[in-house]
């Protein structure tokens, strides 16, 4: 049992915490030019769908190189220095934007900033797999995945308060510099935890090449549809984060900074969402456990509803707005946390931080990197003929990816409670490896 005498390199806790930070502030670099597109566009004069690229296709071109072969390299090495490395350089990469001249060298740097996530976030999931029990891990997973909720909320109220004061390129460095500073942190005071090797873990072909772990994670139902409902669900909050902001802007006529307070507050109510779906998730799957995946199925259809009454609204209805982005906000991060725990639960423990970075692999692809282009162009074409209305109507086709997402999350529920029995089947050993 840990007492308060234990040193903080071996506190679950302490762990968790510093491990939601990095994410929250690796975060905050990734979504930073979502609060500075109208200044960034303005300056370099680019178009909507430029926007999109930069902000999208650079980090999922990055991603898409490095996502499972890092993960792979979680499953087989030591993730306490993999993270505190690609956390470091990431956020390095990203505070270069802050010398961006144009549309390449931007790109360029938001590519590199993908690296941070890349390496960081399915060894971080790995680590807190060994960490926790499975009784308290949607929990646990809640707390981390609050990091893209704070780090949303960072970038939108740090991040328009910077920019209103000393510019968009000053906010990119802060941005990237905290990433830094606590890779050092996690380097200096925390120990890989020791990997539990459970007699399931055997059974998936103990010493296996892992390069038939993607294929073997794929053709397990239960992962590929949970795959599936990440990629939709994604498509739909990437799209709807990245452009938020300029619809607030030009929809409702808002300023940049009170588009980022508002903005700002349904990010706080996300983070309150993340950990309500952890705790509600444990304490309904004790009774049943479909809740397990029932829970992202609830909050994705909820999210839906709430996003498109929002995207519905008239121009100017700031209360309606305001109280309907903070529902779609609670509602949409639901589905994170009890998505990891349940595969935490089902793939093999010398498989997980591969499978974490397959979902993180398709949100990169088709939600980091498909949704701002496609709604980037999306607006552009559509503006020609709705008289400058397009962003929204562009947004209304992307949030209604939540639906084929609902239906995913359907399907792998279904699928959840045979892949549960196999997973927790009676074993005749476990043994532990550092």
Same mark, same amino acid.
């Given at each position: 049992?840990?007492?308060l005498?234990?040193?903080p390199?071996?506190?679950?806790g302490?762990?968790?915490?510093?491990?939601?930070?990095?994410?929250?502030?690796a975060?905050?670099?990734?979504?930073?030019?979502?609060?500075?597109?109208?200044?960034?566009?303005?300056?370099?004069?680019?178009?909507?769908?430029q926007?999109?690229?930069?902000?999208?296709l650079?980090?999922?071109?990055?991603?898409?190189?490095?996502?499972?072969?890092?993960?792979?390299?979680?499953?087989?090495?030591?993730r306490?220095?993999?993270i505190a490395?690609?956390?470091?350089? /990431? &956020?390095? *990469? %990203? !505070?270069l934007?802050?010398?961006?001249? +144009?549309? =390449?060298?931007l790109?360029?740097?938001?590519?590199?900033?993908?690296l941070?996530?890349?390496?960081?976030?399915?060894a971080?999931?790995s680590?807190?797999?060994?960490?926790?029990p499975?009784?308290?891990r949607?929990?646990?997973?809640?707390?981390?995945?609050? /990091? &893209?909720? *704070? %780090? !949303?909320?960072?970038?939108?109220?740090? +991040?328009? =308060?910077l920019?209103?004061h000393?510019?968009?390129?000053?906010?990119?460095?802060?941005?990237?510099?905290?990433?830094m500073?606590l890779?050092?942190?996690?380097?200096w005071?925390?120990?890989?935890?020791?990997?539990?090797v459970?007699?399931?873990?055997?059974?998936?072909?103990?010493?296996?090449?892992?390069?038939?772990?993607?294929?073997?994670? =794929?053709?397990q139902?239960?992962?590929?549809?949970?795959?599936?409902?990440?990629?939709f669900?994604?498509?739909?909050?990437?799209?709807?984060?990245?452009w938020?902001?300029?619809?607030?802007?030009?929809?409702?006529?808002?300023?940049?900074?009170?588009?980022?307070?508002?903005?700002?507050?349904a990010?706080l109510?996300?983070?309150?969402g993340?950990?309500?779906?952890?705790a509600?998730?444990?304490?309904?799957?004790?009774r049943?456990?479909?809740?397990?995946?029932?829970?992202?199925?609830?909050?994705?259809?909820l999210?839906?509803?709430?996003?498109?009454?929002?995207?519905l609204l008239?121009?100017?209805a700031?209360?309606a707005?305001?109280?309907l982005?903070v529902?779609?906000?609670?509602?949409?991060?639901?589905?994170?946390a009890?998505t990891y725990?349940a595969?935490?639960?089902?793939?093999?423990?010398?498989r997980?931080?591969?499978?974490?970075?397959?979902?993180?692999?398709a949100?990169?692809?088709?939600?980091?990197?498909?949704?701002?282009i496609?709604?980037?162009?999306?607006?552009?074409?559509?503006?020609?003929?709705?008289?400058?209305?397009?962003?929204?109507?562009?947004?209304?086709?992307?949030?209604?990816?939540?639906?084929?997402?609902?239906?995913?999350?359907?399907?792998?529920?279904?699928a959840?409670?045979?892949?549960?029995?196999?997973?927790?089947?009676?074993l005749?050993?476990?043994?532990?490896?550092?």
């Amino acid at each position: 049992m840990t007492t308060l005498n234990t040193p903080p390199a071996t506190r679950p806790g302490y762990v968790l915490g510093l491990l939601t930070m990095m994410s929250a502030l690796a975060f905050m670099d990734r979504q930073i030019l979502s609060v500075l597109i109208q200044p960034v566009k303005l300056e370099f004069g680019l178009s909507d769908l430029q926007i999109g690229l930069v902000t999208g296709l650079g980090f999922a071109f990055t991603f898409s190189l490095l996502g499972v072969p890092l993960g792979r390299l979680a499953d087989r090495r030591e993730r306490r220095t993999l993270i505190a490395w690609c956390r470091g350089i /990431g &956020g390095l *990469l %990203g !505070a270069l934007g802050g010398a961006s001249m +144009g549309f =390449w060298t931007l790109m360029l740097s938001r590519a590199g900033g993908a690296l941070s996530d890349a390496g960081g976030t399915p060894a971080s999931m790995s680590m807190l797999a060994d960490l926790y029990p499975p009784a308290q891990r949607s929990r646990a997973m809640s707390v981390i995945s609050t /990091g &893209g909720s *704070l %780090g !949303a909320l960072m970038a939108l109220v740090l +991040g328009s =308060w910077l920019a209103a004061h000393y510019g968009w390129r000053i906010t990119v460095v802060v941005a990237g510099s905290g990433s830094m500073l606590l890779a050092l942190l996690l380097h200096w005071s925390v120990r890989e935890p020791l990997r539990v090797v459970t007699a399931h873990a055997a059974q998936a072909a103990p010493g296996a090449r892992q390069s038939g772990a993607v294929a073997a994670i =794929w053709h397990q139902p239960i992962t590929r549809w949970l795959i599936v409902g990440a990629a939709f669900t994604l498509l739909a909050a990437y799209s709807f984060g990245t452009w938020n902001i300029a619809l607030m802007v030009r929809h409702h006529g808002m300023s940049l900074q009170q588009a980022g307070w508002i903005s700002g507050a349904a990010a706080l109510t996300s983070v309150i969402g993340g950990l309500t779906s952890g705790a509600l998730t444990d304490r309904l799957a004790r009774r049943d456990l479909r809740w397990q995946l029932g829970v992202p199925m609830l909050g994705v259809g909820l999210s839906l509803v709430c996003g498109m009454a929002y995207l519905l609204l008239p121009a100017g209805a700031l209360t309606a707005a305001t109280a309907l982005m903070v529902a779609f906000a609670f509602f949409l991060p639901w589905w994170v946390a009890p998505t990891y725990a349940a595969i935490s639960l089902v793939v093999p423990s010398q498989r997980r931080a591969t499978a974490n970075a397959m979902v993180l692999l398709a949100g990169a692809i088709v939600g980091n990197g498909l949704g701002p282009i496609l709604t980037g162009w999306l607006s552009d074409v559509l503006n020609a003929s709705l008289g400058g209305d397009g962003l929204r109507y562009a947004l209304m086709g992307m949030v209604g990816m939540l639906l084929p997402g609902m239906l995913a999350f359907g399907r792998a529920l279904q699928a959840y409670p045979a892949a549960h029995r196999i997973a927790l089947q009676p074993l005749p050993a476990t043994v532990t490896t550092p």
